[in-house]
């Protein structure tokens, strides 16, 4: 029997969709392959890897509720469910600020800015940062503290990648502290893991040494309750002011000489924007002035005299 011309091109045709068919078909197929493929693998995994993979997942669970909730200064989960505390007992409070405030209305926060129901008395301001961080707010912030009346400060924040000189250098060289000052701030949360506890004590003994030498008196030591007592309990540091950061509790659980405590970072106050740290000064008003800069020139009393 003899084809016809067209049977041919019908049967390739017919050929050819059938192919295509097939092709799309198998690369389907290949596709809802590859959850199967993944799903075998897990299934032949041994116990012990489900055991590792398990608490892996909950090693990162705990370190991060701990980093975001409670570290680094202590149940900072309380935060949460209820309002700000203040401690008993204090009437000289102050707020230590950043770029982290935004720009604030120095105004109203002047005019309308009280913590439990008394003036704000004093402000510290973030400087520094490392050898070459300088707070984008510092310059406004530290104007307009002194401008509307508040007794101010700088402080400096620790960095753990750069040495201590030079932190304490560029520090001197950003910051130009006047008489009626608070005493610059070191502020040191974190050790270099490149150093011994004996070491990273010598880098911070030195970035104090240079920096007292410059101003004339004494810096102040600001860091958390736990820090303190890991790496910096040690009686060479008794000679400093110590400024605590330790939230959520009724009363400093120091037994040490302390000079102001920061016992929040959930403020509220009218002129700022969000949350700012509270904090409050272990002594009078009178007791503030003396600690300030030239407070022998102007009131007569060294700021360290007791």
Do not use: C
């Amino acid at each position: 029997m003899t084809s016809h011309p067209n049977d041919k091109k019908t049967d390739s045709t017919v050929s050819s969709r059938a192919g295509g068919r097939h092709k799309a078909h198998s690369s389907k197929f290949r596709v809802h392959q590859k959850p199967n493929v993944i799903i075998r693998l897990l299934q032949r995994l041994p116990n012990w890897a489900w055991w590792i993979g398990g608490m892996t997942i909950v090693a990162v669970y705990i370190y991060f509720f701990y980093y975001i909730f409670v570290g680094p200064f202590g149940f900072r989960w309380r935060a949460l469910y209820g309002d700000v505390s203040y401690p008993d007992g204090y009437e000289i409070h102050g707020i230590d600020i950043s770029h982290h405030q935004g720009d604030i209305d120095w105004d109203v926060l002047q005019r309308e800015g009280l913590i439990n129901k008394l003036p704000i008395r004093f402000i510290m301001i973030k400087a520094t940062e490392g050898a070459t961080q300088v707070d984008r707010k510092f310059s406004k912030n530290f104007y307009q503290a002194r401008e509307h009346g508040f007794t101010r400060g700088a402080y400096h924040f620790y960095s753990v990648h750069s040495s201590a000189r030079e932190q304490a250098r560029f520090f001197i060289k950003t910051v130009k502290l006047e008489n009626g000052d608070l005493p610059p701030v070191l502020d040191v949360e974190h050790k270099p893991k490149n150093q011994t506890d004996q070491e990273f004590k010598t880098s911070v003994l030195e970035w104090l040494d240079i920096v007292e030498k410059h101003y004339g008196v004494k810096p102040i030591i600001y860091t958390y309750y736990k820090f303190k007592m890991q790496y910096l309990n040690d009686s060479v540091f008794d000679q400093y002011p110590y400024w605590i950061a330790h939230y959520y509790v009724d009363k400093v659980e120091y037994d040490g000489a302390w000079k102001f405590w920061q016992h929040t970072d959930v403020g509220e106050l009218p002129g700022i924007k969000g949350k700012v740290d509270f904090n409050i000064y272990n002594g009078s008003y009178y007791d503030l002035r003396k600690l300030t800069i030239g407070a022998l020139e102007q009131i007569g009393e060294d700021a360290y005299a007791e």
